[in-house]
């Protein structure tokens, strides 16, 4: 462990460099509660780059927590669409339900107050605790754990419990009272621009001469990650369901994976499922209680989830005659025309789907 003194000069080294450094970023620049929150939580498990419209795009949309507690689910995930990770928008939501109904429309300041809100853990909450209102808290996001992981030069694995209680002692001894908020995010700054995951720039770093990593040659090989199995993968079905010039639509359950956004319905592949086409047809009974008649196919969708791939088959479909679907699993389904299907908050894949029945690509395909 450093000595008082090495801490006292990473201290001032960190806050120096972070003066002189620190990146240009609309949540920075007019700053408030409310900002630091919502970037914050965007910026869970998304680089800054992929954030910055949306987070611009949503200020413009709901600049304050008003103007978000009164805006409706659907409305706050069609802005939401395409950041992925949609339990964080929801939590935002509810969130600032919470807040405006029984809080008086103030967003706490203390971490015991901020996780009482949905979707906010101990990062989050020492983030907004130390950035927004300048409590001497830590904040241990990736970033973090990489600079001090390599600071100690660490070789228990990232993720351990045993990784994740020396990193919050070391950072809690390291905080410097009342500018905790700037020495967090000079650690943020340090960790995307200088500490970077590989090829760590350790000539730019202001605390390289500390660092046991950089002094021992060791910044390639830590932080050690603790060995993740293999994800699974899965193939799945997807009917594109049209009556004249209206498709079905279906608004997924409230909980669960991509909760209440819409997707054309289909679902897993089976073991016994003789082909594609089968599998569609079982799943549409079993979700919708109606008879398919399954079509050309509508291309093939390939997506990462965070512990799963998919390969995706849609195909053109039309019910049998006298079949009517019901919502037996969805939340509710909708016909509607193409040119609307723009309006209705979609993942990925069903996106894309959505955007070549807008454009009129609506031929055979394979993908």
């Not at 509508?298 to 088959?313: E, P, Q, S």
Request: charged content about 20%; overall charge negative; aromatic content about 8%.
């Amino acid at each position: 462990m450093p000595s008082n003194s090495e801490q006292t000069m990473i201290h001032i080294k960190l806050l120096d460099w972070y003066q002189k450094n620190a990146r240009v970023l609309p949540w920075r620049s007019f700053p408030s509660p409310y900002r630091t929150w919502i970037s914050e939580v965007m910026l869970q498990q998304t680089q800054v780059d992929t954030v910055l419209p949306y987070f611009e795009r949503w200020m413009a949309r709901f600049p304050d927590l008003p103007a978000l507690s009164a805006s409706s689910e659907q409305d706050m995930l069609a802005s939401w669409e395409g950041l992925g990770y949609y339990s964080r928008a929801r939590n935002i939501w509810k969130a600032a339900q919470l807040i405006m109904g029984d809080l008086g429309g103030q967003i706490p300041s203390s971490v015991a107050g901020l996780k009482r809100l949905p979707g906010v853990g101990d990062y989050i909450a020492g983030a907004i605790a130390s950035i927004a209102f300048g409590q001497t808290e830590i904040a241990l996001d990736g970033n973090i754990k990489r600079v001090f992981a390599r600071f100690l030069n660490m070789e228990i694995p990232l993720g351990t419990p045993p990784a994740e209680k020396a990193l919050r002692e070391f950072a809690e001894g390291q905080l410097p009272e009342g500018k905790a908020g700037d020495f967090n995010q000079a650690l943020m700054d340090l960790g995307a621009l200088i500490c970077l995951p590989s090829n760590p720039r350790c000539l730019l770093c202001p605390i390289s001469s500390e660092c046991q990593a950089c002094q021992h040659g060791t910044q390639d090989l830590v932080p050690v990650k603790k060995v993740k199995p293999k994800a699974p993968h899965f193939t799945v079905t997807a009917a594109v369901i049209m009556r004249d010039d209206l498709v079905l639509i279906a608004r997924r359950p409230a909980n669960g994976l991509l909760g209440n956004l819409w997707e054309f319905p289909g679902g897993k592949l089976q073991d016994g499922d003789p082909d594609l086409a089968a599998c569609l047809e079982r799943e549409i009974m079993e979700e919708m209680g109606c008879q398919l008649r399954v079509g050309e196919p509508f291309g093939v969708y390939n997506h990462a989830y965070t512990h799963f791939k998919i390969t995706l088959h849609a195909f053109l479909c039309s019910l049998l005659d006298g079949s009517e679907p019901q919502p037996l699993h969805h939340e509710e389904i909708l016909w509607v025309r193409k040119a609307d299907l723009q309006t209705y908050p979609m993942g990925k894949v069903d996106r894309l789907i959505a955007r070549r029945l807008m454009e009129g690509r609506d031929e055979p395909s394979a993908g």
